[in-house]
């Protein structure tokens, strides 16, 4: 099967389904840091989308789109702006001409703007004693099945801000020592999991 892995440089996914013997690669604006230059389309990844794939993972950024980016917009008004063409970006790819799909993104504004996604998981449900929500939006895939349901107590984590939004309170978090560009690559046990089973 011939897979694109959009928008990843760390090339996790692309690996994995590697390891199963399939035809993919990652492709994103940044060259790779995964090892595996020959795999990686380093460019725009919708110049990508005609080219004969037979399932596409994708990996839009979520600066503009996560709860977390999105109390910024009230600030600073010119974010909104990038919000919707973070948001066009990932119509782009959901509703591109690909027999089988999957974005992923955080919780945000993807569920108001387009609908609920169809699967929410966290990496301690694929083996890793992590917690990441992960937004899975699926055309033509089933819903991943958990491989393990690990015991993870939640990371002791710094408040950036507490807010309200539509009658709700909440709270935006991020976890210490880690940059955006690690806290975005994906978990092995998740990328296992997708090889293993949409592969």
């Known amino acids: 099967m011939k897979v694109l892995i959009a928008c990843e440089e760390s090339q996790v996914v692309c690996k994995a389904f590697r390891a199963k013997g399939h035809e993919a690669y990652s492709c994103d604006i940044l060259p790779c840091s995964g090892g595996h230059p020959e795999w990686h389309i380093q460019g725009d990844v919708l110049e990508q989308l005609d080219s004969g794939w037979d399932m596409m993972i994708a990996h839009p950024p979520c600066t503009y789109l996560c709860v ?94 507490t807010g309200r939004q539509a009658g709700k309170t909440y709270n935006y978090y991020w976890r210490q020592g880690k940059s955006a560009k690690e806290r975005s690559k994906t978990f092995q046990g998740i990328a296992d999991a997708m090889a293993s089973q949409w592969g």
């Open 68 to 161: 977390a980016g999105l109390h910024y917009s009230k600030k600073d008004p010119t974010r909104m702006n990038k919000t919707e063409k973070a948001y066009e970006f990932f119509r782009k790819l959901y509703d591109s001409d690909i027999p089988k799909i999957a974005v992923e993104n955080p919780v945000g504004i993807v569920s108001t703007f387009f609908r609920k996604p169809d699967q929410i998981i966290d990496p301690f449900q694929f083996g890793q004693a992590e917690r990441k929500k992960t937004c899975l939006w699926l055309n033509g895939l089933p819903r991943l099945i958990p491989t393990t349901n690990l015991e993870v107590k939640p990371y002791k984590t710094i408040v950036r801000k």
